[in-house]
């Protein structure tokens, strides 16, 4: 949904993140490696994960990782059997030529903890493809293990050397010098949130008066604006704000490089380095930027904030999070 500059697919990690780093929390490859190293490469079992209908009458939460009857439609509509293998048109587009020896289908619900059994049993040297892994929550939110594993997902070195070199030419700052600039970073999530919680968001006007009133409590001249919103609105809030708003718009060999989620990693490094930082509530980019503010050691309280709607001068605030080692 955000990413509107054309199809982008079959991204390797290594155009967002350092693989070195992550490799440091555990062992990773980009698959054009694993292609290189064992190619043609085959799968040996594609796991269909699904949750449960949770609308059906008498339905009860319960943990499972249970294996269930794959849907007959489905398989047949994304794959084709050919001489007892699986061909599946859609990861070939991404990954090229391979071949899926089995298609196992399973009912899931509750944290990984409930997959430990089924992952356990994964034969060494075996490739086992998880589908939809992400229905299953994780445990330690906030905690030791879940910092350890941010902290390894460090940008990618050409994302952050873009970002400097904006900040550099456009906010006087420097990150080889200090952890923050002279400005104030703003999230201004507005797209799919006019939709979908329109209740907790401020209006244009609203979110202008909230900008100025912290420029004005900071003593700041310029701010870093991250948004969604469409050209119109990003007008109508420059010409109303009297200070210097800054925006990172790439050119277009630059986003044909790096597509939209480079654009939207390189965002989140300038808005993490500015003095103070003002984000959307519920928003997971503001958390991401919140997350990256302190990992740097940036002081909470002028990471942890959010916009608030017109009607609700005084709303929560980001819950504030600290870096667990």
Known sequence: YHWK????GALPWSQFFDLYSLSHFIPVMDYGVYKRLYDPVTIDR??????PDFLAEGYKFDPEF????CNKEYIENTYSKISKSYHDPFIESIFGDLTVQAVECYQVMGGTDVAEESLLSVREGEFVLLENFEMLMHHSFAGKLFWAARASMVYAEHLRKIGDEFMLEQLSFSSADSQTGDYLSVHLRRGDYLQARPSEIPSL???????EDKLISLNLSQVFLATDSSQHEVDYIESKLSIRVVRYTPKSDQLLSIGDGGVSIVDQWIAAHARYFIGTSESTFSFRICEERQLIGIPVYT???????????DCRQFTRWNVVT
């Not at 594609?46 to 949750?51: A, E, P, R």
């Not at 249970?66 to 009857?69: F, G, N, P, Q």
């Not at 990471?303 to 001068?313: R, V």
């Open 303 to 313: 990471t942890y904030n959010s916009l608030c709607p017109d009607n609700e001068p």
């Open 46 to 51: 594609v796991w269909q994960l699904d949750t």
């Open 5 to 8: 500059s054309g199809y982008q």
């Open 66 to 69: 249970t294996s269930m009857a």
């Open 205 to 211: 006007d609203g979110a202008i008066k909230q900008i």
